[in-house]
């Protein structure tokens, strides 16, 4: 089946640097991905919709200055955390919808981002 | 707007028994409705649409519009079945097909 593999798994990183979190349909095309936010034994809260080759659009109350997206190719999109901070410590989950047939979602494994 | 209720956060039920974790939603337009699963340190996974109409590991899950609920349901739960459980919401494409979830609720089944 379609596989979406988000690398890395977790990442340790200081306030105040950047952290690149990637995420990549193996064997689909996907024009369209989400990228989640996961608190512990909490709902996935929606960050944005990246969409290749245009901007992302991000939900309300996402700083998009800080959560930086880009969908270069039909299968990788990047969430750039820019000058990370301990609140931004989380469970970030992206999903891709696959281009044909009933456009199915898949999840990845998740990254774990701990900001010292 | 829209939005998707678990009521429960946690579900504890003994082996074989029945269980039923409850999905409330408001949308204005007609729904996709989903339920996911996430079993402990594996990603989140589909477990039934509601435009399928599937059984899928004993889990059905009946939409009802006048409730506007997607419960789903199992008559004998397996031990196997613990995991958290979350259900979706997936507006229409003007809305860009964003899927919105639930809190989730977690299912724990006891030997």
């Known amino acids: 089946g379609a596989v979406v593999s988000q690398h890395p798994s977790w990442v340790i990183c200081k306030s105040g640097t950047s952290v690149k979190i990637e995420c990549r349909s193996l064997d689909f095309q996907a024009t369209t991905m989400f990228w989640y936010r996961q608190f512990p034994k909490q709902s996935l809260m929606l960050m944005a919709t990246?969409?290749?080759?245009?901007?992302?659009?991000?939900e309300q109350g996402v700083e998009k200055d800080k959560f930086l997206i880009n969908h270069a190719s039909l299968t990788l999109s990047t969430l750039t955390v820019t000058s990370a901070h301990p609140e931004d410590s989380s469970f970030y989950i992206c999903s891709a919808r696959e281009d044909r047939g009933n456009e199915k979602l898949f999840f990845g494994s998740g990254t774990q981002l701990s900001v010292l | 707007a829209q939005r998707v209720t678990q009521p429960e956060k946690l579900l504890s039920v003994f082996k074989g028994a029945p269980v039923e974790l409850k999905c409330n939603y408001s949308?204005?337009?007609?729904?996709?409705l989903f339920w996911y699963v996430q079993y402990s340190r594996q990603r989140l996974q589909l477990l039934l649409r509601?435009?399928s109409r599937e059984s899928i590991k004993g889990f059905t899950a009946d939409l009802n519009k006048g409730e506007t609920s997607f419960h789903l349901k199992k008559p004998f739960a397996q031990e196997e079945d613990s995991a958290m459980y979350y259900c979706?919401?997936?507006?229409?494409?003007?809305?860009?097909?964003?899927?919105?979830f639930g809190q989730g609720t977690e299912l724990s089944v006891k030997p």
């Open positions: 990246s969409n290749e080759g245009s901007k992302a659009t991000y």
């Open positions: 979706a919401l997936r507006g229409g494409w003007n809305q860009g097909g964003k899927l919105i």
């Open positions: 949308y204005s337009g007609s729904p996709e």
């Open positions: 509601h435009i």
